[in-house]
């Protein structure tokens, strides 16, 4: 991982907090729009059901990818506190 690659991922790390708390949010007041919407809405109500649902898929992806950074930053620092060992 280069120093900005590094740099980046810090800045996700710190923000992905606030984003998902932004995104929780976004997707309670999208629920209770769901549930304040007539059954005769049928239209309305699916909208409302598939932008929840993207939310979800949104916040979902972005925890994975926070993770697979994670991992990979922490393989990195394994290796460099093997490498220095082995000097």
């Known amino acids: ?3 900005e690659q590094a740099r980046k991922a810090g800045a996700q790390q710190r923000e992905f907090p606030e984003t998902l ?3 929780s949010r976004v997707r309670t007041a999208l629920a ?13 109500r ?3 059901y598939t932008r929840v649902q ?6 979902a992806e972005m925890t994975a990818i926070l993770a697979a950074n994670a991992s990979e930053r ?3 620092e394994y290796a ?3 490498a220095q060992k082995e000097k």
Do not use: G, H, N, Y
């Open 1 to 3: 991982m280069t120093e």
């Open 21 to 23: 708390e932004i995104l």
């Open 32 to 44: 209770e729009q769901v549930f304040k919407t007539p059954v005769s809405a049928k239209d309305t």
């Open 46 to 48: 699916e909208d409302l």
């Open 54 to 59: 993207a939310l979800d898929a949104l916040s």
């Open 74 to 76: 922490a393989i990195e």
């Open 80 to 82: 460099e506190r093997i």
